[in-house]
Protein backbone atom coordinates (compact mmCIF):
# COMPACT_ATOMS: atom_id res chain seq x y z
CA UNK A 1 0.00 0.00 0.00
CA UNK A 2 1.52 3.44 -0.89
CA UNK A 3 1.52 6.19 1.43
CA UNK A 4 -1.07 8.26 -0.54
CA UNK A 5 -3.69 5.24 -0.29
CA UNK A 6 -2.68 5.20 3.71
CA UNK A 7 -4.08 9.10 4.20
CA UNK A 8 -6.73 7.78 2.22
CA UNK A 9 -8.15 5.29 4.20
CA UNK A 10 -7.08 7.36 7.26
CA UNK A 11 -9.26 10.60 5.46
CA UNK A 12 -12.26 7.94 5.08
CA UNK A 13 -11.30 6.60 8.51
CA UNK A 14 -12.14 10.25 10.30
CA UNK A 15 -14.79 10.87 7.95
CA UNK A 16 -16.87 7.90 9.28
CA UNK A 17 -15.69 7.68 12.85
CA UNK A 18 -16.84 11.67 12.95
CA UNK A 19 -19.88 10.44 11.96
CA UNK A 20 -20.52 8.25 14.29
CA UNK A 21 -19.20 10.31 17.15
CA UNK A 22 -21.67 13.66 15.97
CA UNK A 23 -24.89 11.22 15.85
CA UNK A 24 -24.04 9.21 19.18
CA UNK A 25 -22.20 11.12 21.57
CA UNK A 26 -23.67 11.81 24.87
CA UNK A 27 -22.59 15.22 25.08
CA UNK A 28 -23.27 17.76 22.59
CA UNK A 29 -20.21 19.42 22.70
CA UNK A 30 -18.26 16.13 21.52
CA UNK A 31 -21.22 16.13 18.75
CA UNK A 32 -19.89 19.06 17.77
CA UNK A 33 -16.21 18.25 17.94
CA UNK A 34 -17.42 15.20 16.23
CA UNK A 35 -19.04 16.65 13.76
CA UNK A 36 -15.60 19.13 12.97
CA UNK A 37 -13.98 15.47 12.13
CA UNK A 38 -16.36 14.81 9.61
CA UNK A 39 -15.65 17.96 7.82
CA UNK A 40 -11.83 17.60 8.19
CA UNK A 41 -12.69 14.20 6.81
CA UNK A 42 -14.69 15.55 4.27
CA UNK A 43 -12.18 18.37 2.90
CA UNK A 44 -9.57 15.25 2.49
CA UNK A 45 -11.67 13.41 0.24
CA UNK A 46 -12.22 16.49 -1.78
CA UNK A 47 -8.76 16.64 -2.16
CA UNK A 48 -8.27 13.14 -3.25
CA UNK A 49 -11.02 14.03 -5.72
CA UNK A 50 -9.16 16.90 -7.41
CA UNK A 51 -10.79 19.75 -5.93
CA UNK A 52 -8.52 21.56 -3.61
CA UNK A 53 -10.69 25.13 -4.01
CA UNK A 54 -13.59 22.93 -2.48
CA UNK A 55 -11.66 21.49 0.19
CA UNK A 56 -10.79 24.44 1.13
CA UNK A 57 -14.02 25.89 1.10
CA UNK A 58 -15.24 23.24 2.99
CA UNK A 59 -12.85 23.51 6.09
CA UNK A 60 -13.73 27.63 5.50
CA UNK A 61 -17.35 27.78 6.18
CA UNK A 62 -18.03 24.33 7.75
CA UNK A 63 -15.32 24.74 10.75
CA UNK A 64 -14.55 28.20 10.00
CA UNK A 65 -18.33 29.65 10.22
CA UNK A 66 -21.35 26.65 10.81
CA UNK A 67 -19.30 24.85 13.68
CA UNK A 68 -18.58 28.28 15.42
CA UNK A 69 -22.19 28.88 15.14
CA UNK A 70 -22.80 26.06 16.76
CA UNK A 71 -20.33 26.07 19.51
CA UNK A 72 -21.61 29.83 20.22
CA UNK A 73 -25.11 28.58 20.42
CA UNK A 74 -24.13 25.83 23.24
CA UNK A 75 -22.37 28.34 25.17
CA UNK A 76 -25.52 30.16 24.83
CA UNK A 77 -27.78 28.17 25.73
CA UNK A 78 -26.12 26.05 28.57
CA UNK A 79 -27.89 23.09 29.85
CA UNK A 80 -30.99 23.70 28.38
CA UNK A 81 -32.60 19.83 28.01
CA UNK A 82 -34.88 18.70 30.78
CA UNK A 83 -34.15 15.10 30.85
CA UNK A 84 -30.28 14.66 30.00
CA UNK A 85 -31.42 11.22 28.44
CA UNK A 86 -33.54 8.55 28.95
CA UNK A 87 -33.77 5.48 27.81
CA UNK A 88 -37.18 5.69 25.73
CA UNK A 89 -34.75 6.65 22.84
CA UNK A 90 -33.46 3.11 23.07
CA UNK A 91 -36.06 1.50 21.07
CA UNK A 92 -35.64 4.59 18.41
CA UNK A 93 -32.02 4.20 18.35
CA UNK A 94 -32.37 0.25 17.34
CA UNK A 95 -34.84 1.10 15.17
CA UNK A 96 -32.75 3.42 13.18
CA UNK A 97 -29.85 0.97 13.43
CA UNK A 98 -31.57 -1.62 11.60
CA UNK A 99 -32.93 0.73 9.05
CA UNK A 100 -29.55 2.08 8.61
CA UNK A 101 -27.82 -1.43 8.26
CA UNK A 102 -30.11 -2.74 5.64
CA UNK A 103 -29.92 0.24 3.40
CA UNK A 104 -26.56 0.26 3.75
CA UNK A 105 -26.16 -3.12 2.59
CA UNK A 106 -29.02 -2.69 -0.02
CA UNK A 107 -27.29 0.43 -1.52
CA UNK A 108 -23.97 -0.53 -1.27
CA UNK A 109 -24.73 -4.04 -3.72
CA UNK A 110 -26.73 -1.31 -5.99
CA UNK A 111 -23.05 0.80 -6.14
CA UNK A 112 -21.17 -2.02 -6.49
CA UNK A 113 -22.83 -3.68 -9.52
CA UNK A 114 -23.64 -0.40 -11.52
CA UNK A 115 -21.28 1.90 -11.01
CA UNK A 116 -17.73 0.49 -11.46
CA UNK A 117 -15.92 3.82 -11.70
CA UNK A 118 -13.05 4.78 -14.26
CA UNK A 119 -10.80 7.56 -13.08
CA UNK A 120 -10.40 9.16 -16.14
CA UNK A 121 -6.84 10.92 -15.98
CA UNK A 122 -6.91 15.00 -16.01
CA UNK A 123 -9.70 16.30 -14.37
CA UNK A 124 -8.82 19.17 -12.21
CA UNK A 125 -11.33 21.29 -10.72
CA UNK A 126 -9.71 25.02 -11.02
CA UNK A 127 -11.18 28.30 -9.62
CA UNK A 128 -11.15 29.46 -13.17
CA UNK A 129 -13.72 26.95 -14.77
CA UNK A 130 -15.24 27.46 -11.64
CA UNK A 131 -15.69 31.11 -12.39
CA UNK A 132 -16.94 30.75 -15.57
CA UNK A 133 -19.26 28.61 -14.90
CA UNK A 134 -20.24 30.35 -12.52
CA UNK A 135 -20.72 33.57 -14.40
CA UNK A 136 -21.93 32.17 -17.40
CA UNK A 137 -24.14 29.06 -17.21
CA UNK A 138 -24.84 29.32 -13.47
CA UNK A 139 -25.78 33.11 -12.99
CA UNK A 140 -29.10 32.44 -11.66
CA UNK A 141 -28.77 30.27 -8.68
CA UNK A 142 -25.41 32.47 -7.84
CA UNK A 143 -27.70 35.70 -7.30
CA UNK A 144 -30.23 33.64 -5.99
CA UNK A 145 -27.70 32.30 -3.43
CA UNK A 146 -26.47 36.32 -2.39
CA UNK A 147 -30.27 36.94 -2.13
CA UNK A 148 -30.77 34.34 0.35
CA UNK A 149 -27.55 35.34 2.43
CA UNK A 150 -29.26 38.58 2.97
CA UNK A 151 -32.48 36.83 3.63
CA UNK A 152 -31.41 34.75 6.11
CA UNK A 153 -29.08 38.22 7.41
CA UNK A 154 -32.02 39.95 7.86
CA UNK A 155 -34.41 37.52 9.11
CA UNK A 156 -31.94 36.38 12.19
CA UNK A 157 -31.40 40.02 12.92
CA UNK A 158 -35.00 40.73 13.43
CA UNK A 159 -35.86 37.42 14.64
CA UNK A 160 -33.20 38.68 17.83
CA UNK A 161 -34.38 41.91 17.83
CA UNK A 162 -38.06 40.85 18.23
CA UNK A 163 -37.39 38.40 20.61
CA UNK A 164 -36.22 41.22 23.67
CA UNK A 165 -39.28 42.33 24.43
CA UNK A 166 -40.81 39.41 25.85
CA UNK A 167 -38.31 38.41 27.77
CA UNK B 1 -3.55 4.10 -12.56
CA UNK B 2 -7.11 2.86 -12.37
CA UNK B 3 -5.80 -0.01 -9.47
CA UNK B 4 -5.06 2.58 -6.68
CA UNK B 5 -7.85 3.09 -4.05
CA UNK B 6 -8.59 6.59 -4.26
CA UNK B 7 -9.39 6.40 -7.99
CA UNK B 8 -12.46 3.59 -6.90
CA UNK B 9 -15.98 5.35 -6.79
CA UNK B 10 -17.31 3.04 -4.54
CA UNK B 11 -15.57 4.08 -1.50
CA UNK B 12 -16.39 7.49 -1.97
CA UNK B 13 -20.07 6.83 -2.68
CA UNK B 14 -19.80 4.48 0.18
CA UNK B 15 -18.66 7.19 2.38
CA UNK B 16 -21.51 9.60 1.59
CA UNK B 17 -24.04 6.98 2.20
CA UNK B 18 -23.20 6.44 5.74
CA UNK B 19 -22.91 10.02 6.00
CA UNK B 20 -26.63 10.22 5.20
CA UNK B 21 -27.82 7.30 7.20
CA UNK B 22 -25.48 8.44 10.34
CA UNK B 23 -27.54 12.07 9.64
CA UNK B 24 -30.61 10.36 9.41
CA UNK B 25 -30.65 7.79 12.80
CA UNK B 26 -29.22 11.22 14.65
CA UNK B 27 -32.74 13.06 13.54
CA UNK B 28 -34.45 10.26 14.71
CA UNK B 29 -32.29 9.52 17.96
CA UNK B 30 -31.47 12.99 19.48
CA UNK B 31 -33.71 14.69 21.12
CA UNK B 32 -32.62 18.29 21.25
CA UNK B 33 -32.78 20.99 18.53
CA UNK B 34 -28.97 21.59 18.25
CA UNK B 35 -28.60 17.51 17.58
CA UNK B 36 -30.82 17.52 15.46
CA UNK B 37 -29.15 20.50 13.69
CA UNK B 38 -25.70 18.58 13.38
CA UNK B 39 -27.17 15.50 12.09
CA UNK B 40 -29.00 18.01 9.05
CA UNK B 41 -24.99 19.16 8.76
CA UNK B 42 -24.13 15.70 8.24
CA UNK B 43 -26.84 14.75 5.63
CA UNK B 44 -25.88 17.59 3.33
CA UNK B 45 -22.03 16.59 3.26
CA UNK B 46 -23.09 13.72 2.41
CA UNK B 47 -25.00 14.88 -0.69
CA UNK B 48 -22.02 17.24 -1.28
CA UNK B 49 -19.33 14.09 -1.37
CA UNK B 50 -21.73 12.08 -3.61
CA UNK B 51 -22.17 15.00 -5.89
CA UNK B 52 -18.20 16.24 -6.76
CA UNK B 53 -18.07 12.21 -6.59
CA UNK B 54 -20.09 11.45 -9.53
CA UNK B 55 -18.73 14.48 -11.07
CA UNK B 56 -15.30 13.57 -10.86
CA UNK B 57 -16.20 9.63 -11.76
CA UNK B 58 -19.03 9.87 -14.39
CA UNK B 59 -19.03 13.29 -16.25
CA UNK B 60 -15.36 14.88 -15.89
CA UNK B 61 -15.79 17.37 -18.29
CA UNK B 62 -18.67 19.58 -16.42
CA UNK B 63 -17.75 21.52 -13.22
CA UNK B 64 -21.36 21.49 -12.47
CA UNK B 65 -21.03 18.92 -8.98
CA UNK B 66 -18.44 21.07 -7.54
CA UNK B 67 -20.42 24.15 -8.60
CA UNK B 68 -23.79 22.47 -6.65
CA UNK B 69 -21.76 21.43 -4.12
CA UNK B 70 -20.93 25.25 -3.56
CA UNK B 71 -24.20 25.89 -3.74
CA UNK B 72 -25.23 23.40 -1.23
CA UNK B 73 -22.38 24.75 1.58
CA UNK B 74 -24.08 28.31 0.89
CA UNK B 75 -27.46 26.68 1.87
CA UNK B 76 -25.98 25.38 4.53
CA UNK B 77 -24.73 28.38 6.12
CA UNK B 78 -28.19 30.46 6.10
CA UNK B 79 -29.99 27.75 7.04
CA UNK B 80 -27.80 26.65 10.21
CA UNK B 81 -28.00 30.62 11.04
CA UNK B 82 -32.02 30.83 11.04
CA UNK B 83 -32.77 27.43 12.94
CA UNK B 84 -29.86 28.30 15.78
CA UNK B 85 -31.74 32.40 16.16
CA UNK B 86 -35.06 30.55 15.93
CA UNK B 87 -33.57 27.84 18.67
CA UNK B 88 -32.31 30.82 20.58
CA UNK B 89 -36.20 32.37 21.03
CA UNK B 90 -37.23 28.87 21.37
CA UNK B 91 -35.04 28.05 24.61
CA UNK B 92 -36.09 31.96 26.05
CA UNK B 93 -39.18 31.09 26.13
CA UNK B 94 -40.15 27.30 26.68
CA UNK B 95 -36.97 27.37 28.96
CA UNK B 96 -35.89 23.49 27.09
CA UNK B 97 -34.82 23.02 23.71
CA UNK B 98 -36.41 19.11 22.98
CA UNK B 99 -37.99 18.66 19.61
CA UNK B 100 -40.85 16.20 21.38
CA UNK B 101 -42.39 19.05 23.69
CA UNK B 102 -43.30 21.41 21.01
CA UNK B 103 -46.64 20.61 19.84
CA UNK B 104 -48.47 23.99 20.04
CA UNK B 105 -48.28 24.62 16.14
CA UNK B 106 -49.36 20.53 15.64
CA UNK B 107 -53.32 20.46 16.42
Given at each position: ?7 F ?24 L ?33 S ?9 L ?16 M ?51 S ?21 | ?6 N ?8 A ?14 R?LI??L ?9 A ?41 I???R ?10 E??Y
Amino acid sequence: MSIGESIFLFAVAVTMGGALTAVFASSIVYAMLGLIAAMFGVAGLYIYLNSTFLAMMQILIYVGAISILIAFAIMLLGPYSKKYRDFRAFGKLMAAFATAIVSVLMFGRFILENLQGDARAGFAMTTKDLGRVFTDKLILPFELISLLLVVAIIGAVMLSLNSRGDK
Amino acid sequence: MNDLLYNNSNIYLFVAVFMLFCGIAGLVYRRTLIGMLVSMELIMNGAGLNLVAINRFISPENPYGVAFTLIIMGIAAAESAIALSIIIIIAKRYQHIEGGDMKELKY
